[in-house]
Every structure is written in C-alpha cells, then in structure tokens.
C-alpha cells in the first residue's frame, strides 16, 4: 500500500513544490514506484516536471470532478518509475463545484483508493491555502509533510495549520500524522536563519528534519527549464540537500541531538562555502 504524504503549507513560495518534485524524483531513483499528485491550480509541479500544460487532456480536475479512472489521468514522466497526475487552471472553478456535493472532502481519497497498491509513495503538492483541495489531501493522506522558509514570520500561520491537521484528524482522518518539517532556502551566512531554524525546533520539537534545504541558485533556475535539480544540476548543493532530506524521510534515522547550526559552528561555515559556491560567488 502506498504511503501517502501531502506537502501542505498555506503559505505561499515556501518550497512545497519545489520539495514534491524532487523528493517524489529521488525517491523515484531510489527505485520506489511514486505518484505525484499536482491538486494546485498553478500547476506549478506540472511544469515543473516539463509537462506542457496545453497538452494535458486529463487531469486532477476530472478526477476529482468527473470521477474518471485514475489510471486514465495519470501520465508517465521521463523519471523511470514517476508517474504525475497534472494539474491545469480548471482546477480553480473544483472548490466552487465541489460544494454543496456528497462527500465533497473525500473526492481525492475515493479517487486514490483503487490505485494505492499500484505504489509506494504518493506525493500530494497542495495549494497555498486551507480550503476544500487542501482538505481533500489531507484527508486522503497518510502524513503531511510542511516546509518552512528559513524567512521573517516563518512560524506564522503555523498554528492555524496546525489547527487545520487536527480538525481533519478529528473530523475525517483519524490516521493523519505529521511527517515532519522540513526547512527550506536556508542562507547560513546570516543569523535570521539561525533564529529561524530554533524557533522552528522549539515550535514542532523532534518533528524537523535534520537535514535543512540551503537557499540555492539552481534550484531557482530548474522549473525554467521543465526539470527537477537532478537533471539540472546533480551537483549542487540543492541537489544534494534533496537526496540527503530523502535519505532522511526513507531512513528516519534523525539525530535529532545535534547541534542546531549557528554562523559559528563548523557544519555552517561549510555549508557558507558550498553556499558561496552554488551562488557563483566562489568558482
Ligand atoms: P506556492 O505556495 O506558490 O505553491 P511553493 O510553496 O510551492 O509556492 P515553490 O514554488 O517550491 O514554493 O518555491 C517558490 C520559489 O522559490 C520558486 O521560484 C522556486 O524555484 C524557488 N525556490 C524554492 N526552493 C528554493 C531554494 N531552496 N533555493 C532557491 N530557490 C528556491
Ligand atoms: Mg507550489
């Protein structure tokens, strides 16, 4: 049975994309069958992927609007064991239809039901918000993940996430689970990035991924160009980040005693070098 995790944060541009892409790619390298599941209007995983939305006949939307089968939405991508079911701008009018219809929370968990076994890992990118496309991940998932931006008010709105897990758990999925919390486009060089990242630990205790995403160039360059980092530059500090954060989610094997990184420590002075390098300031 596949292993269900929705990326979920309803704040916006905080890396939920940018970690469904390329975790689902690792993990897809990593020989695991994964489903990508793009349930965002902006169809930011779709493009991300290459997938030129004005080709895409079938999506998430008649999915879970037109009840089709999942395997006829589903669509192959050049990542050898990573299928993506895409999403177009249609997909803005699904909140509005859906209300008012039976089981209206439901529609992606009834939709995935038939196809779990079909995987091991399918990834849910939401959208920046709590509505009805959010719920329906969370209801339908096994665990959520949340990435949090090494950035001012980073905590902010979390508890009203929170919030949002719990009344699904108690409401819909009593199974849900948070995954962890991963941090994201972390620049070591300044110290709002060390308060970040404490404030976060102190805020969702063992719960943060010891493994944290460096804010990194590449990164920002690859869904330009259609591809996750690993096609466009595995040997960047992103690239390397991502492996290691699924390393982490695979293994669990998280330490979480060690230290957290400050502008002092030698893990961070190593981390300001690759840093340095990845954003071209050292050749
Ligand atoms: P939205 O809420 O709009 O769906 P999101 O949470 O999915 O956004 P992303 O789209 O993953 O966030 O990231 C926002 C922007 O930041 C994108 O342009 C992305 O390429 C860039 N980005 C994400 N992670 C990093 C990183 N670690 N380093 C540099 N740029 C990054
Ligand atoms: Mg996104």
């Known amino acids: 049975m596949a292993k269900v995790i929705a990326i979920c944060n ?3 541009g905080v890396g939920k994309t940018t ?4 975790l689902s790619v690792y993990l ?3 020989e695991k069958r994964v489903l990508l599941i793009d349930i ?16 895409i006949k079938t999506s998430i939307y008649d999915l879970m609007i037109e009840e089709i089968e999942p395997s006829s939405a589903s669509i192959k991508t050049r990542i050898n064991n990573l299928s993506l079911i895409p999403s177009t701008i249609s997909l803005t009018g699904a909140e509005v239809e859906l209300v008012g219809t039976m089981g209206r929370e439901y529609r992606l968990k009834k939709a995935l039901s038939p196809i779990l076994n079909e995987y091991d890992y399918i990834i849910i990118d939401c959208p920046p918000s709590l509505g009805l496309l959010t719920v329906n991940s969370l209801a339908a ?12 008010y980073a905590l902010e709105g979390l508890s009203q996430l929170v919030n949002t897990i719990n009344l699904v758990k108690e409401n819909l999925n009593s199974s849900l689970s948070i995954e962890g919390v991963l941090l994201t486009m972390a620049d070591f060089r300044t110290n709002l990035t060390s308060e970040v990242i404490k404030e976060v630990r102190s805020f969702f205790k ?3 991924y010891e493994t944290i995403i460096p804010r990194n160039i590449r990164l920002t360059e690859a869904p ?4 996750p980092i690993e096609l466009y530059d595995k040997n960047s500090i992103g690239a390397h980040r991502y492996q290691e954060f699924m390393n982490e989610l695979l293994g669990v094997k998280k330490d979480i005693t060690q230290e957290i990184p400050s502008v002092n420590n030698a893990k961070t002075n190593n981390d300001n070098e690759l840093q340095k390098i990845s954003e071209g300031e050292i050749k």
């Open 40 to 55: 965002d209007p902006q169809g930011n995983a779709t493009s991300g992927l290459g997938i030129n939305k004005h080709n």
């Open 141 to 152: 998932a096994g665990s959520v993940l949340i990435p949090v931006q090494c950035e001012y």
């Open 224 to 227: 330009g160009f259609g591809k």
């Open 206 to 208: 063992g719960k943060v």
């Open 19 to 22: 970690t469904a892409i390329n």
């Open 10 to 12: 309803q704040k916006g």
């Open 28 to 30: 897809a390298l990593s």
